[in-house]
């Protein structure tokens, strides 16, 4: 079975903090496979939904009339969640995964720049690896 070059793994910090939960993952990584594949992780602090909401002109583009609130960073267990499901529910949709349902088409309209650190370190790593992927193979 072919490894793959890159490796991106997708896990919310939970309120531990990006940096340890991006440690465990690398940690694991080099247990399991060491120097197999190039590990990038996108740890979203402290959760998914934030990054949905982080760039505001994002969801009104994938959702017209969405409203998302600005909010400051708090971990709380439904905290985004439900501020994102709100902002979905303003434009008289009922959004059937919390929101989770518009992840894919909220990435392809956001601007990284507007993103928070977590997102900052995963666009670096992301873009690096793909670098020296590309450097590599050329």
Same mark, same amino acid.
């Given at each position: !079975?072919?490894?793959?070059? +890159?490796? +991106?793994? +997708? ?9 340890? +939960? ?30 949905? *909401? ?29 501020? *994102? ?8 949709? $009922?959004?059937? *995964? ?5 992840? $894919?088409?909220?990435?392809?309209? *956001?601007?990284?720049?507007? !993103? ?23």
């Amino acid at each position: !079975m072919p490894k793959p070059d +890159v490796l +991106v793994v +997708v896990v919310d910090g939970d309120c531990r903090g990006a940096a340890q +939960v991006r440690r465990q993952l690398e940690e694991e990584a080099v247990r399991i496979e060491p120097r197999l594949f190039r590990l990038v992780c996108a740890v979203p602090d402290p959760h998914i939904e934030r990054w949905y *909401l982080e760039d505001a002109e994002a969801l009104p583009r994938v959702v017209p009339g969405a409203r998302p609130r600005p909010l400051r960073y708090k971990c709380g267990r439904d905290r985004y969640k439900n501020a *994102l499901r709100d902002a979905i529910r303003a434009a008289g949709v $009922e959004p059937i *995964l919390g929101g989770a349902e518009y992840g $894919e088409a909220i990435a392809e309209v *956001l601007r990284p720049e507007r !993103m928070d650190r977590s997102f900052q370190r995963f666009w670096e790593d992301l873009r690096a690896a793909l670098c020296a992927l590309h450097a590599a193979f050329g």
